[in-house]
């Protein structure tokens, strides 16, 4: 050890990297006791702590992870208490982990516990290179969680479940509350665990480490002892129903514990891991321990990575075989085995460090494994006539994108465009609601464009470099960046500034190719534009005829314009800006001349919007790319008509990335011919330290010429102007303002002046349980057509009354109720039911405040995050027999607002 800490000195030296002592030497030993009937864990814990800091020691702080599972933790808080909601599907069953005593070399020892946090001051100061040993016993009540740390049946998850010593390091102890929060896993020194797990005698255990005995208790329970090294957890799993997969992967015992309706599955991720074991191994270096475990867990949607073993969500295997989506999610998993479990970070400073590797291992993993196109489909033994229809299949159920690349894109670049991204450094703790770093996505794209600047074979020398030179140590981005420096005898600050340090992005535009004879050959010149911030080289790739592949060329991208002139035989025929696709750019579409204009064909029928008297529908969508614009020229059978419909569009920035909007439609659907522009001002905003908020300001101006209606023919033409706010606060609050007014213009067959306002308001109480409320004010006067006129149904959302009028305000509440018992995991997502009750009031202002109110019950169900997304409502009573209400069952869909 000692002859490696003197390397690593005098390597870092020569890098110009900042050294801090020696961590703290620390070993646990745990006997713990698993009662599967009170879903508890009783145990007894010893820490030996050896001072290596070169610091006095005046005080411990330890972790307690577990207390993160109550409603009023920083954890809960930081979350928002609706997410927090969905880790308990099953209802409000919280998690805590109580400390009943603590020992210091065997005399008492007084401490304080403040949320996940706990403190205890020494009598005496630890002076360097000494040593003490606490001794603690404590119970961990185990949450019915789906997330990490919790049980599922007789599946039990445990991780972050017993007392730990915070790390000390030069920046003091690391106390950080926002530990379990997304991506912010602990932040946690190496060291040596011997673990004693008392378990019911036919429970199948998993866990960090090598089992070195087993002994049967004779009271119908066993105990199973497991030692390991230079690790910084100790994470398990227990299950009577685990099945079990094992095989030998280059000298590294392989297993997978599965469920046995999941069997096939369940097998193939031990050969996943296998797989996913040995690539990284050849290109980050040797995975150097005996075991490593991949276990299936009742946890919802998520997989996480603890030393040597890998907890898989069950969800992950029910995909078809035909979905690599459990090899992919595997390898993510797997690949933090190195980074994070070798590599520790600190994860609310620089989340990057593990997630943006782990994410770039994964892709690269699944690139060299499927391919580079369509990598999440394995059809290796299907035909290939039938592969694409499973495909699309695939793509539209399950909603994944077709290769791993356009998932990191997807996500960062739609952030990126609306102005809502902090720089990738930012610490988790301080970036505001509503905005995001993106570590995964932007961390790994950050990967990939190095990979490309520096070449696959030195990218590969640095990656192995950093493992080598850091494994079992606590790293930091300026590590890697000088390991980046050092290997390739470059200097790359411009790179890693323009990625980590601000929130500059790219957007290549081949702007036009121009061509003039020269001699034998055409001498071309390739104009390229980049209307993004940030100044990435990219290649360029020229499309000649008659070659037999493209002519690649570099733009260094110094400039926001650039030129690249190349001599050919033959004319250049088109240019491909980034054709790796390796940088996010904003715009993809216009890194390449596009055709025109395209044709699509299109068969509808008006059934499908309330028209059946149109019948069938047969026509062409038509783009125009140079224009933005797109149209739809069809015929109704039904009555013979022609119809069209056609848009201009231009995105703009408007104190965001565009997402603003300028447009200009026009539309003759064969009984309204109209034509409308708008203009979309949209921005985002934080709105209270909790809260955020997306702005949207709309202004149109319309002309309508109704010329084949059966009612209220003739001309309107008007103004409308638009704001609209949709906010959210993590306290469990959630709304949406919306102001509107619209008004007749000079020359319109129709005056008229219309406003209305609206605003809903969700509170959450408690667990799954919400007050909705919302009010409505709309006023009109003039004579605007009807179907103009406000409704009962439409603004005032009753069931059963509907009402013509001008003038309404309207007002609903409801409550909705949890029904935690009929709750139950169907295939992928937890389904959440629940009752409601409502109240809807009506004062029809224009009718000499005539009142409508009615009074209901209903049953609501959903998934985790979207909890009534159907509704069977039923009135129940009615203020008034008048305009004929109707008590029936109805059945609505919606969406949170």
């Known amino acids: 050890m000692t002859i490696r800490i003197a390397m690593l000195i005098v390597v870092c030296a020569m890098w110009g990297v900042v050294v801090w002592a020696q961590p703290n030497e620390i070993a646990y030993q745990i006997e713990a006791v698993l009662d599967p009937a009170t879903k508890t864990v009783t145990g007894q814990q010893t820490i030996q702590l050896t001072n290596l800091s070169g610091e006095r020691l005046n005080e411990l702080y330890l972790y307690l992870y577990p207390n993160r599972f109550q409603p009023h933790s920083v954890y809960a808080h930081l979350m928002g208490m609706d997410d927090f909601d969905d880790w308990f599907p099953f209802g409000p069953e919280w998690g805590y982990l109580n400390v009943e005593s603590l020992t ?13 946090i706990m403190h205890t001051q020494l009598p005496q100061a ?13 119970q961990l009540k185990i949450p019915r969680s789906v997330e990490r740390l919790g049980y599922s049946g007789t599946n039990f998850f445990l991780s972050w479940w017993y007392p730990q010593l915070a790390v000390f390091d030069e920046g003091g102890w690391h106390t950080e509350r926002m530990v ?5 896993e602990p932040y946690q020194d190496f060291a040596r665990y011997d673990v004693a797990l008392n378990v019911p005698q036919d429970f199948v255990v998993a866990a960090t480490g090598n089992l070195t005995s087993e002994t049967a208790n004779g009271d119908g329970t066993k105990t199973l002892r497991y030692q390991a090294e230079q690790v910084h957890d100790f994470a398990w799993v227990a299950d009577p129903q685990y099945q079990t997969q094992v095989l030998d992967c280059d000298g590294i015992e392989v297993t997978s514990l599965y469920w046995a309706e999941h069997a096939e599955r369940g097998r193939s991720a031990a050969g996943f891991s296998c797989d996913a074991l040995r690539y990284f191994g050849e290109r980050f270096g040797s995975y150097p321990y005996k075991r490593f475990t991949v276990a299936e867990a009742g946890m919802r949607g998520i997989a996480v990575e603890y030393p040597q073993l890998v907890m898989n969500t069950h969800t992950l295997y029910q995909y078809p075989k035909y979905s690599t989506i459990l090899d992919s999610v595997n390898a993510h998993e797997v690949a933090h085995q190195w980074f994070y479990g070798m590599l520790a970070n600190d994860q609310t ?19 060299h494994k499927y391919g580079k196109e369509d990598n999440a489909f394995d059809m290796a033994d299907t035909p290939i006539w039938l592969a694409e229809p499973i495909k699309v299949m695939i793509s539209q159920i399950f909603g994944q994108q077709r290769q791993i690349r356009d998932q990191l894109f997807e996500a960062y670049i ?27 996505e932007k961390g790994a794209l950050l990967l990939f464009a190095l990979e490309n600047e520096l070449g696959v074979e030195l990218f590969n020398r640095v990656m192995q470099t950093y493992f080598e030179t850091f494994k079992f140590q606590q790293i930091t981005s300026e590590d890697f960046i000088a390991v980046s420096e050092s290997v390739s005898e470059r200097s790359l600050d411009w790179f890693f500034d323009a990625w980590l340090r601000t929130t500059q992005n790219v957007d290549y535009v081949l702007e036009r190719i121009e061509q003039q004879p020269l001699g034998d050959g055409v001498l071309n010149r390739i104009v390229i534009r980049n209307d993004g911030s940030m100044h990435m080289p990219v290649d360029v790739d020229l499309i000649i005829p008659g070659a037999s592949q493209p002519l690649r060329q570099r733009w260094d991208n110094r400039e ?13 025929q088109n240019a491909i800006i980034d054709p790796e696709g390796v940088l996010p750019d904003l715009q993809r579409a216009n890194n390449r001349l596009q055709p025109l204009f395209s044709v699509t ?9 309330g028209r059946a008297e149109d019948g069938f529908v047969v026509g062409a969508d038509v783009m125009l790319r140079p224009l933005n614009a797109q149209g739809t020229l069809s015929y109704l059978l039904g009555r013979q008509r022609l119809r069209f419909e056609g848009t201009l569009e231009h995105l703009f920035s408007f104190a965001d990335q565009r997402t603003s909007r300028l447009s200009l439609s026009v539309l003759d659907d064969s009984r309204v011919r109209s034509v409308q522009a708008d203009v979309d001002f949209n921005w985002f905003s934080t709105l209270t330290p909790t809260s955020s908020g997306n702005h949207t300001m709309t202004a149109t101006l319309y002309f309508d010429d109704r010329y084949d209606v059966l009612e209220a023919p003739g001309t309107e033409q008007g103004l409308g102007l638009g704001y609209e706010l949709d906010w959210a606060d993590r306290r469990g609050q959630r709304g949406q303002l919306k102001l509107e007014h619209r008004q007749s213009l000079p020359g319109s067959t129709f005056a008229f002046n219309k406003h209305l306002a609206e605003v809903h308001i969700n509170q959450r109480l408690s667990w799954e349980t919400s007050l909705n409320t919302r009010a409505f004010f709309g006023w009109k006067d003039g004579n605007q057509a009807i179907d103009d006129d406000f409704t009962l149904q439409q603004h005032g959302l009753f069931r059963t009354f509907e009402r013509h009028t001008s003038q309404l305000f309207a007002v609903n509440v409801d409550v909705r109720l949890p029904v935690p018992g009929l709750n139950f995991v169907p295939l992928a997502l937890p389904l959440s039911f629940g009752m409601i009750f409502f109240a809807d009031s009506a004062l029809l202002l224009d009718e000499q405040m005539a009142q409508r109110t009615e009074a209901g019950v209903g049953i609501t169900g959903g998934t985790l995050g979207q909890r009534d997304w159907m509704r069977l409502e039923l009135p129940l009573w009615f203020s008034t027999q008048e305009d004929d209400p109707k008590r029936e069952v109805t059945l609505r869909f919606s969406v949170h607002f």
């Open 180 to 184: 379990g929060y997304w991506a912010a």
């Open 560 to 572: 926001r314009f650039g030129v690249l002139t190349v001599f050919s035989e033959t004319p250049v």
């Open 349 to 367: 400073a620089e989340t990057w460090l593990d997630e943006g590797f782990a994410r770039y291992s994964q892709a690269a993993y699944l690139e």
């Open 414 to 440: 739609s952030t990126a465009r609306r102005g809502q991204t902090v720089p990738l450094l930012t610490h988790s703790g301080q970036i505001p609601p509503g905005k995001a770093n993106h570590p995964y």
């Open 126 to 138: 630890l002076d360097p290179q000494m040593q003490i040993e606490l001794e603690l016993k404590f």
């Open 104 to 116: 210091l070399n065997g005399e008492p020892l007084a401490f304080s516990i403040d949320d996940i």
């Open 601 to 609: 064909p299109v068969l509808d029928h008006g059934m499908l919007y």
